[in-house]
């Protein structure tokens, strides 16, 4: 079993940065690619970013690329999501996710345990 707690979420203005937390307990997180998803009023959860187990393989959503940095320290059992230049379509309920496996995934299917996730909002 793997539990997943976010935080850093927050309101920002647009332009802003925030960087959200994703604590880990269980062996798990140390063997698993993690993720970074989001999820819009109405909308379904929308993929961000991945990284592999050894962070060596990272992946991230076009709409994030050279604005969001994805990170893990395996040895706190954490991962990272730095946000930059935030816009206001960002704004989402962010969740960490851990896959079934040691790879990076965009895939939603790919992973089996959630985070309750952490509310991001940022003003125009």
């Known amino acids: 079993q793997v539990q997943l707690v976010e935080s850093g979420g927050g309101l920002v203005q647009a332009g802003g940065s925030l960087r959200l937390s994703c604590a880990a307990s269980g062996r798990t997180f140390s063997n698993s690619g993690m993720g970074w998803f989001r999820q819009a009023p109405g909308k379904e959860h929308e993929f961000v970013a991945t990284m592999s187990r050894s962070g060596g393989s990272t992946y991230y959503a076009d709409f994030v690329k050279g604005r969001f940095t994805i990170s893990r320290d395996n040895a706190k059992n954490t991962m990272y999501l730095q946000m930059n230049s935030l816009k206001p379509e960002d704004t989402a309920v962010y969740y960490c996710?851990?896959?079934?496996?040691?790879?990076?995934?965009?895939?939603?299917?790919?992973?089996?345990?959630w985070g309750q996730g952490t509310q991001v909002t940022v003003s125009s």
């Open positions: 996710a851990a896959a079934k496996t040691r790879y990076s995934s965009s895939v939603y299917s790919e992973y089996n345990y």
